[in-house]
């Protein structure tokens, strides 16, 4: 069973603003309440290969390759790039009528799964992290790490719906004003650029 220690601990780095936070809020502010929660979904099993990697082992690989990791790293980059272009170009433009939202829905997902599988920091984050809550001495190593990755699934899901949440509650207090919407989706874009690079200059 996970100690509270891990929940706190697990809760505080969830909490950080990352790249996926970013995204889903930019979600629920341009486009609404239901892409928040796919894009919600879609950062939370983005993680998921990364924690069955970190269980598996296969982590050490990114640790120990830095061809593997400088890939990873920058297709990562890249991605980040193209959102950040996105949002920019799309700058401006807020649509209510939720018609545009049901068409993307499942876009908006996959690009918030890609958003985490393409950062290899988390891969090496989560192997750092997850062994220091599980005894040595555990008669089930594994199926400890897999509680574990199951709850820090649930806490990034729940505090992801939230950020989602609250940036579609202020939407309807920004559609009125264009100027407004223009600049926050374009300091949502800076902030891909921000992380992109930030990714970049990343080492092992």
């Known amino acids: 069973m996970p100690s509270i220690e891990f929940f706190i601990t697990s809760l505080i780095v969830v909490l950080l603003p990352g790249t ?13 309440k239901r892409a928040s929660l796919f894009a919600a979904a879609g950062c ?82 989560f192997l750092a992290f997850l062994p220091q809550f599980v005894p040595q001495n555990s008669a089930s190593p594994v199926a400890g790490l897999l509680t574990h990755s199951a709850v820090f699934m649930f806490l990034t899901l729940v505090v992801f719906i939230f950020y989602g949440l609250f940036a579609n509650a202020v939407r309807h207090y920004l559609s009125n004003s264009p100027v407004i919407v223009r600049w926050v989706q374009r300091s949502f874009s800076g902030a891909f650029v921000a992380m ?9």
Do not use: C
Request: net charge positive; aromatic share 10%; no cysteine.
């Open 196 to 204: 992109g690079a930030k990714l970049a200059l990343s080492e092992r």
């Open 44 to 125: 939370t099993l983005g993680i998921v290969p990364h924690l069955l990697a970190s269980i598996a082992g296969l982590a050490a690989l990114l640790h120990a390759s830095s061809v593997a990791f400088q890939i990873l790293k920058f297709a990562g980059v890249i991605y980040l790039g193209y959102l950040a272009w996105s949002m920019w170009r799309d700058s401006g433009t807020l649509d209510l009528s939720g018609k545009a939202v049901q068409r993307n829905d499942w876009k908006i997902a996959l690009r918030a799964f890609l958003i985490n599988i393409l950062n290899p920091k988390l891969s090496i984050f």
């Open 20 to 32: 996926g936070v970013i995204f889903t809020m930019s979600a629920g502010l341009t486009q609404g």
